[in-house]
């Protein structure tokens, strides 16, 4: 299975399209897209509210599953991800999330705790602590495969999870 996830595009349609463009099982847009709810840019991509979104009719979070994995999305601002991760991990744990997707801090990054993939995957418009503007795309079997990508699909970082079986 392969999803694309990208974040905090604010406005930026041409990001956008890029990675819509791209092939992948599931599209999600963790917020700030500042586009319309009905915007056709985002037809393929489940697509949540951020602090900046002024049309209010996108959810504050998605749950989708994808293949053998329950993927939780949100923008984060909720989950005050800037400070800390533990309302976010709470809410994953609720759920039942294998994986969770988040924006709102514009910096890419991932981590595994207990078995719950987090990954925040940049800003394709104002990415912040000098990182150039990334998604991410997410791959599995039995390894996860994680690869932070600019917008010319240049791979900048990547992580490689062995043995993330349904269990997780």
């Known amino acids: ?11 930026d349609r041409e990001t956008v399209k890029t990675v819509s463009n791209l092939s992948g099982n599931a599209f999600f847009h963790c917020g700030d897209s500042e586009l319309s709810f009905d ?3 985002l037809e393929k991509f489940h697509t949540v509210r951020g602090n900046c979104d002024s049309d209010h009719r996108f959810p504050s979070n998605v749950l ?14 909720e989950h005050d991800v800037k ?15 294998n994986i ?7 910096l890419y990054g991932a981590e595994v705790e207990d078995g719950i993939l987090f990954l925040n995957p940049g800003s394709t418009r104002l990415p912040r602590g000098g990182n150039e503007a990334t998604f991410a795309v997410i791959e ?20 490689e999870i062995k043995n993330f079986t349904k269990e997780h």
């Open 83 to 97: 400070r800390s991760m533990m309302m976010l991990y709470y809410t994953a744990k609720e759920q039942g999330a």
């Open 1 to 11: 299975m392969k999803i694309i996830a990208m974040s905090d595009s604010h406005g």
């Open 64 to 77: 989708v599953e994808i293949g053998d994995k329950k993927v939780l999305a949100v923008h984060g601002h």
């Open 39 to 41: 915007d056709p840019l």
């Open 140 to 159: 599995w079997d039995k390894t996860l495969r994680i690869s932070f990508q600019n917008l010319n699909g240049e791979v900048i970082d990547s992580l």
């Open 100 to 106: 969770v997707l988040f924006g709102h801090s514009h």
